[in-house]
């Protein structure tokens, strides 16, 4: 009995059809400009991976980083911001404390203008202290005042005119002076006081007496500052000598108070 005939097996290699025989039992093999074609590809992917992997992960990593700093240091400021209290109200407070003691010394310490008699001006102490030493030896006050320079002030006065008719008793004695205003600062509550005593001691000095109703009432004030009181004394002692030493006295211990 005859064997039927095999069915020949076709199949299509590179699109088209082909008997399929023993020798082609192979898988369908590529043509070689394929294969370097898609070798070429290949080489060029993986070339690329690496690159990218090369350039791009070492920034990767490090943007991470930042953001990651960004996010944490955010979170931190933010915590720190709820748990700490603000302290920008005591800033204020000092301030205002400062100001008021600065009001409650203006309203104490009063600003006044005198006029001085000057006697020199220094560049420093030593200088100024053997002008001083001259005055003395001449029985007459003087003070120093300020640093650089140093004043040396010999008479005091409320009115230029008075300080002129000081000024003048200075001439006989060879010493050159200088007539100028100057401020001073008085406790509010004794500038009267203060004002009642300069005045006398340039009237006096003048050559002018004063009157009972004028003694007295140097004799109603109270004297907190130990020049003024000094100076007060001085004039007490005049009032009862007639010496003149007591009204230079005087207008030494209300020079003082310049200092």
């Known amino acids: 009995m005859d064997k ?23 898988l369908p093999q590529w043509s070689s400009e394929q294969n370097e074609e898609q070798s070429e590809e290949q080489h060029d992917f993986i070339e690329w991976d690496k690159q990218y992997r090369t350039k791009q992960s070492p920034w ?11 996010v944490l240091g955010t979170s931190f400021g933010l915590f720190v911001l709820t748990i700490i209290p603000t302290t ?5 407070s000092t301030a205002t404390l ?15 203008e005198v006029f001085v008699v000057q006697g020199g001006a220094f560049q420093d102490d030593e200088a100024a202290s053997e002008y001083v030493q001259k005055i003395e030896a001449q029985h007459r006050p003087s003070v120093t005042v300020g640093k650089s320079p140093v004043y040396v002030f010999l008479g005091m006065a409320l009115t230029k005119e008075e300080a002129k008719q000081m000024s003048s008793l200075y001439e006989p004695l060879g010493i050159d002076t200088y007539v100028k205003p100057w401020n001073v600062s008085i406790d509010e509550k004794e500038k009267e006081a203060f004002f009642t005593i300069v005045s006398f001691i340039s009237k006096l000095l003048a050559g002018q007496q004063l009157v009972n109703e004028q003694w007295k009432q140097l004799q109603s004030y109270s004297f907190h500052n130990e020049h003024m009181k000094k100076a007060y004394e001085a004039l007490q002692t005049f009032q009862q000598t007639n010496d003149n030493a007591q ?8 020079l003082n108070v310049l200092q």
Not at 4 to 26: D, F, H, L, R, W
Not at 102 to 112: D, G, N, P
Request: glycine letters at 2%; proline letters at 5%.
């Open 247 to 254: 009204l230079w006295k005087a207008q030494q211990h209300i």
């Open 98 to 112: 400062q100001q008021e003691q600065k009001t409650a010394v203006s309203s104490a310490q009063m600003t006044e």
């Open 88 to 92: 920008e109200s005591k800033p204020a």
């Open 4 to 26: 039927p005939a095999k069915k020949a097996i076709i199949i299509k290699v590179n699109g088209k059809e082909q008997p399929y025989t023993t020798a082609m039992s192979t």
């Open 60 to 70: 990767r990593s490090f943007a991470l980083a930042i953001a990651l700093a960004i």
